[in-house]
């Protein structure tokens, strides 16, 4: 089945520091990605969707230039948390779409992100 | 404004028996439901999916219902097992894309 996967699985940084988590499909082509980011006991809340070779699309409230995506190519994408605060630990999930697998939605494992 | 809605965020069935897991939703638009099973610190699994043209479908242990009017779908586990014990998201595909919203979770606790 398709298999997407997420590093790293966890990630302690010092504030100020940026940090890139990578998100590959293994087995399909990736014509879209998702990224969702989860605070504790809550539901997982969309960041922004990017198609490959395109500048991704963010939701409402999120700053783009604090969460930069990349997908430059149809099996990776990245999100990197520029100039890290302690508000922004949480946890990231990407979902990549591009295969009718889990019904077309297949997510990486997850990455938790500290900044101390 | 929150179009998905898991009102309750906990559940406790012992084992064996059935485990319902409501879900609503408010936008119509919605075309597609899915239910997705999350363990801590993992990426969530997809479970079972609807479309909104019917109203059951079943996978094993796992049945969805989908209530179009009442903008209400249903996740049936039966019989419910200790690994069943997670937490359930339920999420909407608009059809304008093909981004989903979830809803809050609810977390399953299945007793032996």
């Known amino acids: 089945g398709a298999v997407v996967s997420q590093h790293p699985s966890w990630v302690i940084c010092k504030s100020g520091t940026s940090v890139k988590i990578e998100c590959r499909s293994l087995d399909f082509q990736a014509t879209t990605m998702f990224w969702y980011r989860q605070f504790p006991k809550q539901s997982l809340m969309l960041m922004a969707t990017?198609?490959?070779?395109?500048?991704?699309?963010?939701e409402q409230g999120v700053e783009k230039d604090k969460f930069l995506i990349n997908h430059a190519s149809l099996t990776l994408s990245t999100l990197t948390v520029t100039s890290a605060h302690p508000e922004d630990s949480s946890f990231y999930i990407c979902?990549?779409?591009?295969?009718?697998?889990?019904?077309?939605?297949?997510f990486g494992s997850g990455t938790r992100l500290t900044v101390v | 404004d929150q179009q998905v809605k898991q009102n309750s965020p906990s559940l406790s069935v012992q084992e064996g028996r059935i485990s319902i897991l409501n879900c609503d939703y408010t936008n119509s638009m919605f075309d597609y439901f899915l239910w997705y099973k999350k363990y801590p610190a993992e990426g969530p699994t997809f479970l079972i999916s609807?479309?909104?043209?019917?109203d059951k479908n079943e996978d094993g242990r796992f049945t969805v219902f989908l209530n179009k009017s009442a903008k209400h779908l249903s996740l049936h586990i039966v019989p419910s097992q200790p690994g069943d014990s997670a937490v359930y998201f339920c999420a909407a595909r608009g059809n304008a894309g093909n981004m989903l919203t979830f809803g809050g979770g609810t977390r399953l606790m299945v007793k032996p």
């Open positions: 609807i479309s909104s043209i019917k």
């Open positions: 979902s990549a779409s591009g295969t009718t697998a889990n019904y077309g939605y297949t």
């Open positions: 990017s198609n490959e070779g395109s500048k991704a699309t963010y």
